[in-house]
Nanobody, 123 residues
Framework: QVQLVESGGGLVQAGGSVRLSCAASGRTFSSYAMGWFRQAPGKEREFVAAISWSGGNTYYANSVKGRFTISKNNAKNTLYLQMNSLKPEDTAVYYC????????????????WGQGTQVTVSS
């Protein structure tokens, strides 16, 4: 069982930056692929980024490629999402996800989810 707790959200102006964190419980964090998803009001949850359990492979949605960076620190059991050049359309609740697999992609079924953290980008 893995518990995920996101933090770091808030209100930011367009063009600004925010770093989200996801703290994971459990001793096998290094064996989990991790990801970030987001859900804007009135829209379905969408894939943002994913990282393999080793941290060696990363994947991004086209809408965030070049602006967001996903990383994980296995020693700290923490996943990060560095978000730069933010746009109003990035406004959403951001969710951390985990799965005991080497690699997970957007269309896969993820086992564990956090409660989410709100990011609001003002224009």
């Amino acid at each position: 069982q893995v518990q995920l707790v996101e933090s770091g959200g808030g209100l930011v102006q367009a063009g600004g930056s925010v770093r989200l964190s996801c703290a994971a419980s459990g001793r096998t964090f290094s064996s989990y692929a991790m990801g970030w998803f987001r859900q804007a009001p009135g829209k379905e949850r969408e894939f943002v980024a994913a990282i393999s359990w080793s941290g060696g492979n990363t994947y991004y949605a086209n809408s965030v490629k070049g602006r967001f960076t996903i990383s994980k620190n296995n020693a700290k059991n923490t996943l990060y999402l560095q978000m730069n050049s933010l746009k109003p359309e990035d406004t959403a609740v951001y969710y951390c996800a985990a799965d005991p697999a080497p690699v997970m992609l957007a269309g896969d079924v993820w086992d564990y989810w956090g409660q989410g953290t709100q990011v609001t980008v003002s224009s």
